[in-house]
């Protein structure tokens, strides 16, 4: 009777146990020597040591049976790999290069087709040639109407400030006629008033005569 039955439940059990206890305890090593933490070179011996048991049991584990899919997916059946295809047909003696042309030949893939597929894609290149063309030239036509949009949105700031300059001379001009207007209404005023006041001094020169006849003939008269 053997003293480790491999085979078992229990030693399964063990070793996927196993596999996690010794997986932390490397992982705890490996901190330890990471970051310079006092006793670094015990706990990576440990957890090395550790590995090298697991390693050591894992020797015993019986390899995994393979499965048989076609009890599953029965479509599956008949179906064989490439390796398998592939000494069937030496053992046909069919070489590579025979069998590409078998496969061809039942595709009822001939040289008129893989002439016409190179025309068609020779065709598709020139197409994307003048698409990349096309889009160079709708690039290029974008970037002249931007341009152009800044150009006008330029003019018209310009135009804006044209409008608002013209505007203001109008303004300063129309001040400036009203000044003159004034002065020349203030200069017809002071005409006016000099003349009435030369007018005034007259009367009052003519005012003063006829006072002074009046005195001299009063006093003539007390005389007599």
């Given at each position: 009777?053997?003293?480790?039955?491999?085979?078992?439940?229990?030693?399964?059990?063990?070793?996927?146990?196993?596999?996690?206890?010794?997986a932390?305890?490397?992982?705890?090593?490996?901190?330890f020597?990471?970051?310079?933490?006092?006793?670094?070179?015990?706990?990576?011996?440990?957890?090395?040591?550790?590995?090298?048991?697991?390693?050591f049991?894992?020797?015993?584990?019986?390899?995994?049976?393979e499965?048989?899919w076609?009890?599953?997916?029965?479509?599956?059946?008949?179906?064989?790999?490439?390796?398998?295809?592939?000494?069937?047909?030496?053992?046909?003696?069919?070489?590579?290069?025979?069998?590409?042309?078998?496969?061809?030949?039942?595709?009822k893939?001939?040289?008129?087709?893989?002439?016409?597929?190179?025309?068609?894609?020779?065709?598709?290149?020139?197409?994307?040639?003048?698409?990349?063309?096309?889009?160079?030239?709708?690039?290029?036509?974008?970037?002249?109407?931007?341009?152009?949009?800044?150009?006008?949105?330029?003019?018209?700031?310009?135009?804006?400030?044209?409008?608002?300059?013209?505007?203001?001379?109008?303004?300063?001009?129309?001040?400036?006629?009203?000044?003159?207007?004034?002065?020349?209404?203030?200069?017809?005023?002071?005409?006016?008033?000099?003349?009435?006041?030369?007018?005034?001094?007259?009367?009052m020169?003519?005012?003063?005569?006829?006072?002074?006849?009046?005195?001299?003939?009063?006093?003539?008269?007390?005389?007599?």
């Amino acid at each position: 009777m053997a003293l480790i039955d491999v085979n078992s439940k229990r030693f399964k059990n063990f070793m996927a146990k196993l596999y996690g206890w010794g997986a932390s305890v490397v992982i705890l090593g490996a901190m330890f020597k990471i970051l310079h933490l006092p006793g670094a070179d015990i706990m990576l011996v440990v957890g090395l040591t550790t590995e090298a048991v697991i390693f050591f049991f894992s020797a015993f584990e019986k390899p995994g049976e393979e499965l048989d899919w076609t009890l599953v997916y029965p479509e599956l059946a008949g179906m064989t790999d490439e390796e398998e295809q592939y000494s069937s047909n030496n053992q046909r003696g069919l070489s590579a290069t025979q069998e590409l042309d078998r496969m061809l030949e039942d595709a009822k893939i001939d040289g008129e087709l893989i002439e016409s597929l190179g025309s068609g894609l020779r065709r598709f290149g020139d197409a994307a040639n003048k698409l990349t063309e096309t889009s160079e030239a709708a690039a290029a036509t974008g970037a002249y109407n931007e341009q152009l949009s800044l150009a006008s949105k330029n003019m018209e700031s310009l135009n804006a400030l044209y409008a608002v300059q013209l505007e203001s001379s109008a303004n300063h001009m129309e001040a400036q006629n009203t000044l003159m207007e004034k002065l020349s209404n203030s200069i017809q005023d002071s005409d006016r008033l000099t003349n009435e006041v030369s007018s005034l001094v007259n009367n009052m020169s003519q005012l003063n005569n006829v006072y002074g006849g009046m005195l001299s003939a009063m006093n003539v008269n007390r005389s007599n």
